[in-house]
T-cell receptor
């Protein structure tokens, strides 16, 4: 079945560490997105990519980095520069130039220990 | 810039009674609007979408929403709540031309027996 796979489901990070969250899709979607979710704040856009080898900053990109070397994959690295990384992270994808909604992964919960 | 405002952070209903989740939007263009549902620690699932066709949109699980341009509203309704409807609901507008979704802050629906 087509869909988006995020891994791991739970991730723990020590202070000063970089961690990478995986997002893979087999939907042949062009665009992929990373959102951060905090209680009572809805979802905020971190980075997005509409084509391989190209990506754009979203509203809260500081302390995060991404790559898009393959159409199917859009990993997110949470760097030590992100001072408050504890949150629920959601990856999404969509075909370009349609009015359809996005398909979301099941999320990764990151906790700083 | 496009935005959405969800007017209630929490809504409580009894099983079998109607559900109303309110959303107002702000957009310079004819918007694409969506409702998503999120169960605890899960990704988001698309309930329904409005894309300038019929103003009354039917979605999954008995939900529907009506686009009212004169009131800039897109409220979500269901005639009879079920316990499984307890979740968080997000009203979302698509940022035309930038392929980005803008999320409301969410409404938590509580359903009591």
């Amino acid at each position: 079945d087509g869909g988006i796979t995020q891994s791991p489901k739970y991730l723990f990070r020590k202070e000063g560490q970089n961690v990478t969250l995986s997002c893979e899709q087999n939907l042949n979607h062009d665009a992929m997105y990373w959102y951060r979710q905090d209680p009572g704040q809805g979802l905020r856009l971190i980075y997005y990519s509409q084509i391989v080898n190209d990506f754009q900053k979203g509203d809260i990109a500081e302390g995060y980095s991404v790559s898009r070397e393959k159409k199917e994959s859009f990993p997110l690295t949470v760097t030590s520069a992100q001072k408050n990384p504890t949150a629920f992270y959601l990856c999404a994808s969509t075909p370009i130039a349609t009015a359809y909604g996005y398909t979301f992964g099941s999320g990764t919960r990151l906790t700083v220990v | 810039a496009q935005s959405v405002t969800q007017l209630d952070s929490h809504v409580s209903v009894s099983e079998g009674t109607p559900v109303l989740l309110r959303c107002n939007y702000s957009s310079s263009y004819s918007p694409s609007l969506f409702w998503y549902v999120q169960h605890p620690n899960k990704g988001l699932q698309l309930l329904l979408k409005y894309t300038s066709a019929a103003t009354l949109v039917k979605g999954i699980n008995g939900f529907e929403a009506e686009f009212k341009k004169s009131e800039t509203s897109f409220h979500l309704t269901k005639p009879s709540a079920h316990m499984s409807d307890a979740a968080e609901y997000f009203c979302v507008v698509r940022n035309t031309g930038f392929q980005k979704l803008v999320f409301g802050t969410g409404t938590r629906l509580l359903v009591s027996p």
